[in-house]
C-alpha cells in the first residue's frame, strides 16, 4: 500500500471512529431533548451513524469487503444529519445555504471515507476508475 493510500486510511477509519464513538454518546445522552419530529430524526440519525460507523471501522480494519456498504449508509445518514440539523435547530435564522453547504462538506468526506474503504477492502467495483 502507497504512503498516500495509508494515510487515507488512517484518516478513514479515525474519522469512523471518532464519528462511530460520539454518535453514540450523543444518541443516548441526547435521545430526549429533541421537542420537534425533525429534531428527533435528527438524534435517531447521530445514533444511526455512530452504529454504523463502528461496523464500518470494524469491517475497514479487518479489511473486509462488505464494509463498502457500511460506509455507503454511513455517509447517507451522516450527510442526513449535517444538513438537517442546521434547519432543525436554527429556528428562525436557519440558513437553506447554510444547510446545503454543511451537507455537501459532509458528502465529501464520506466519499473518500467510501472510496478509501473500497481500495484498501478490494471491493471497489461500484467506484470510479481513472483509466
Do not use: C, H
Not at 454511513?74 to 434547519?87: E, N, Q
Amino acid at each position: 500500500m502507497s504512503i498516500g493510500r495509508k494515510i487515507a486510511f488512517v484518516l478513514s477509519l479515525a474519522l469512523v471512529v471518532v464519528t462511530g464513538v460520539m454518535g453514540i454518546y450523543n444518541g443516548i445522552t441526547e435521545r430526549s431533548t429533541g421537542t420537534t419530529n425533525l429534531q428527533k430524526s435528527v438524534t435517531a440519525g447521530v445514533f444511526l451513524y455512530g452504529v454504523l460507523g463502528l461496523i464500518t471501522a470494524y469491517g475497514l480494519f479487518r479489511r473486509r469487503g462488505w464494509s463498502v456498504g457500511a460506509a455507503i449508509a454511513w455517509g447517507i445518514v451522516i450527510t442526513y444529519v449535517a444538513g438537517v440539523a442546521a434547519i432543525a435547530y436554527a429556528g428562525e435564522d436557519a440558513s437553506w445555504i447554510g444547510a446545503v453547504a454543511g451537507s455537501a462538506v459532509t458528502a465529501l468526506l464520506a466519499a473518500g471515507v467510501v472510496w478509501t474503504t473500497g481500495v484498501v477492502t478490494g471491493n471497489n467495483k461500484m467506484l470510479p476508475t481513472a483509466n
